[in-house]
């Protein structure tokens, strides 16, 4: 069973940046792609970017390729996105999500296997 607490999310203004930090305990970390979702008030969770397991690939979702960037650190058992030139419409809960998958591109939320609670972003105009 793998745990996954978010961390980072705030307030912020258009055209700022703000660093999301996922942490993840109870299994074996390298084993896991992990993945950002992200769901805005009245509206489906979407996918926001995904790492494989070495890091060496990734996949981002079309609405925020460019200004956001995911890593991760597999010393630390840790996953991050880099949030950059936020605009209001990225204001949403974000949450990390482990896969076991393989795969580089994994939008569906049925290809992530835990999940964690949750951060609000909220990017003002």
């Known amino acids: 069973q793998v745990q996954l607490v978010e961390s980072g999310g705030g307030f912020v203004q258009a055209g700022a940046s703000l660093r999301l930090s996922c942490a993840a305990s109870?299994?074996?970390?390298?084993?896991?792609?992990m993945g950002w979702f992200r769901q805005a008030p009245g509206k489906q969770r979407e996918f926001v970017a995904r790492?494989?397991?070495?890091?060496?690939?990734?996949y981002y979702a079309d609405s925020v390729k460019g200004r956001f960037t995911i890593s991760r650190d597999n010393a630390k058992n840790m996953v991050y996105v880099q949030m950059n030139s936020l605009k209001p419409e990225d204001t949403a809960v974000y949450y990390c999500?482990?896969?076991?998958?393989?795969?580089?591109?994994?939008?569906?939320?049925?290809?992530?296997?835990?999940w964690g609670q949750g951060t609000q972003v909220t990017v003002s105009s």
């Open positions: 999500a482990a896969s076991i998958s393989r795969l580089t591109i994994a939008t569906r939320e049925t290809s992530y296997d835990y």
């Open positions: 109870g299994g074996t970390f390298s084993n896991y792609a």
């Open positions: 790492i494989i397991q070495s890091g060496g690939r990734t």
